[in-house]
């Protein structure tokens, strides 16, 4: 346990946690100009609130934004709204949950705390940072179905939550969504930025590569998985062996909330229009 402190350009950062026992149980909050960007999870107060008393020394804090409403992200924010007395921003999809609160399984009280409720605002498509430039919104749910990116135009940066987080996953959670994951992922790759500052392994050098070769890896498995399920009519157990290996210990760790067959059965919910090969024969077809 303990924090590090992540500079990154006009970035800093405070990581919190550790690797070990089957999950990461790391976190990172980054500030950039006077805006706080997520607030790490409650049991990690300890660590996070001298970095925050810090940064609202200097250069100051005027406000919060989170990613969504997970309690890696969104923990503190009570804590830091009434220690500084500055506004707290989240998705119009988080407030609800962020404010009455939301049912967590076991092991995320275990790993991440309880967070207080929060009182939040939407927060508006674009933020404009006393350093005169501006964050925009980008919605990407898929990991939980609130989240959205900050896109640093102008510092050529994406605070990406939990969009990215390793490049090539082999469990998900269960609700989770993988086709709406890649869609969200395509939307944010749309858009230009070199770096990328993952909300739990810090800043990832040439994140737009890194973020674009992790979608081609899950499309690819998804249309693996789809057919072998829907020509090979082979079963979700045996794709999920074949393909993932057996359930390790983030399946244990995790009291089953992250598996590979959840990641085998969500590639399956993709329909025909969603799948790449879908799109692929079309453009075929169209002739250009
Ligand atoms: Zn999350």
Not at 191 to 206: A, N, P, Y
């Amino acid at each position: 346990m303990g924090s590090q402190r992540i500079e990154h350009g006009p970035v800093a950062g405070c990581r919190t946690g550790r690797y070990g026992g089957g999950l990461n149980t790391q976190a990172v909050c980054y500030r950039i100009g006077r805006t706080l960007i997520d607030t790490g999870p409650p049991n990690q107060w300890t660590y996070v609130r001298p970095f925050v008393e810090a940064e609202a020394e200097s250069p100051g804090i005027d406000r919060v934004v989170v990613t969504h409403h997970h309690e890696d992200h969104a923990g503190n924010a009570r804590a830091i709204q009434e220690l500084l007395d500055v506004p707290v921003y989240a998705p119009a999809g988080s407030l609800d949950r962020l404010r009455d609160g939301f049912s967590i399984e076991t092991y995320r009280w275990v790993v991440w705390g309880r967070p207080a409720p929060v009182d939040a605002e939407p927060v508006p498509d674009v933020l404009s940072l006393s350093d005169g430039t501006s964050l925009r919104t980008v919605l990407a749910p898929g990991h939980a179905d609130d989240m959205v990116c900050y896109l640093s135009d102008d510092h050529d940066l994406l605070f990406a939550g939990d969009l990215f987080l390793t490049p090539q996953p082999k469990y998900l959670r269960y609700d989770e969504d993988a086709p709406t994951l890649i869609r969200s992922m395509h939307r944010v790759l749309d858009h230009s930025f070199t770096d990328l500052l993952c909300g739990h392994r810090g800043v990832v050098q040439d994140g737009h590569s890194a973020l674009r070769k992790k979608v081609r890896y899950l499309e690819a498995l998804c249309g693996v998985i789809q057919r072998r399920y829907r020509a090979d009519k082979q079963s979700v157990d045996a794709i999920t062996r074949d393909l993932l290996g057996s359930e390790g210990m983030m399946y244990y760790a995790s009291g089953g909330d992250f598996s590979k067959r959840n990641l085998v059965t969500s590639c399956l919910t993709a329909t025909a229009d969603d799948s790449p090969a879908a799109g692929s024969t079309d453009a075929a077809r169209g002739g250009g």
